[in-house]
């Protein structure tokens, strides 16, 4: 299986403070024609789409044409891993903070 085959890691493609803003745009909306997305960013539509391509790379976003036009949404199903990976951390923050609380108590 060569690089292109491969699905990106979602890690990786939220990393970028970018992909992150992409991710919330198209969150808040159904679908987003790419000029309407280019004009929420201080970059052209070509670095627009590549941040693009990454998202979908890692399944987190679709796009379908219509006509000339592509549009894209969100597919947030990949951030559940994101979100079980932080739910620990969570667990753990919590447990330290009722820790904290008990021994300034004291």
Do not use: C
Request: net charge positive.
């Amino acid at each position: 299986m060569n690089n292109t085959d491969q699905k990106r890691d979602v890690f990786v493609a939220i990393a970028d403070p970018t992909r992150r803003k992409l991710i919330r745009l198209l969150a808040d909306a159904e679908e987003l024609p790419l000029h309407e997305i280019t004009g929420q960013f201080k970059m052209g539509r070509t670095a627009v789409s590549k941040h693009l391509t990454i998202l979908k790379e890692a399944d987190l976003v679709l796009n379908r044409k219509l006509g000339r036009e592509t549009r894209y949404r969100l597919n947030p199903g990949p951030l559940q891993e994101v979100k079980d990976w932080l739910s620990f951390y969570e667990k753990f923050w919590n447990e330290r903070a009722i820790l904290l609380k008990n021994i300034l108590e004291e």
